[in-house]
């Protein structure tokens, strides 16, 4: 049986242990298999510490500890010696802690680029940086000390510290945002990648400066103020009208994931435009830029749709319920192509550009349901569609 690993986690409630905690909790129970291959198993004890556990915890952790995420801080407190005591002060009690228990095992320090700078903030941030250093040259403890720069992703606080978090709350609830210079450069890493290599530091893997103990995320991102706002925008007009973004972008990807998390109630449900006539029904799911749009289709018993043909536009059908005769012809020709298909085996049927085609419900009493997918957004001025039967 495998030795259990201890992981105490500081700041277990703040955004980034959050996040890490649920992701480890996910791998002990055997939800999450990824990070097992680099070392990660299920063998997990998650010993979580924050602002309201018992102090009188913290020795027993640091006794059990086999890894330390030390994630605990402080960004904007009342007054400003609190950065220090926050940010300096607890750090120097959990490492006098695990000293006084001989507990020499890796420790990571949640540290930020701002331990650059000569602020309150900074210099607390610095201060705990020494802090670690000096430790480790003194145990020989595996020291991980990361600066991290902005950090986006579900779960974080808006209208706090971080200006994506603020921008994707008032934006998704139709609030006002500020921008006093679109074209400043925001430094970002998304909460997976830093949860991510949070488990390569656990296995030993961490990405790291040389041999110093400063460690950094492999995966970040550089946006502007004014592009960040612009995309987030566009991300709320186009939930109106049906449309994604282009995922195709790793950063786009992510932080259209982040937004849709700060979505409101009366936001996250919202009505699609139907088109109904004797025949049933059609509806447009989803558009794309890009990739074409994907529709429902509902024909009522007996009826045949289609009956057209495209010189460029491709389409693909799958009947998810009923049973369906598909018939294509190419222009000019006699042929016919026959496609029986049904709901109790799902299959997909291309529309072949340059063959007329139709779609035919054969049953006289039940409902015909097909999801369609098309290469293009239709467009009314040129709709590349010409009426002709099979």
Known sequence: MKKLVNILVTGAKGFIGRNLVCELENIRDGKEHRASAGGVGPNLNIMEYDRDTDPGMLQEYCRKADFVFNLAGVNRPEREEEFMQGNFGFAETLLKTLEEEGNACPVMLS???QARLDNPYGRSKAAGERLFTEYGERTGSRICIYRFPNVFGKWCRPNYNSVVATFCHNIANDLPIRIDDPDRVLHLVY?????EELLAALCGKEHREDD?????????????VGKLAGLLRGFDEDRHRAFVPDLGDEFTKKLYSTYLSYLPDEKVSL?????????????ELIKTYGAGQVSVNISKPGITKGQHWHHTKCERFIVVKGHA????RKIGEDKVRRFEVSGEELRYVEMLPGYTHNIINMSD???LITIMWANETFDQSRPDTYHEDV
């Not at 009505?271 to 509806?283: A, E, H, V, Y």
């Not at 005769?325 to 294509?328: A, L, N």
Request: glycine letters at 2%.
């Open 365 to 367: 009493t039940e409902e």
């Open 212 to 224: 110093s103990p400063y460690c950094f995320v492999p995966v970040t991102h550089e946006v502007s």
């Open 271 to 283: 009505p699609l435009k139907t088109n109904r006539d004797d025949r049933g029904s059609f509806t």
């Open 111 to 113: 540290s930020s680029i």
């Open 191 to 195: 909460i997976d990648d830093l949860v």
């Open 325 to 328: 005769m598909i018939e294509e």
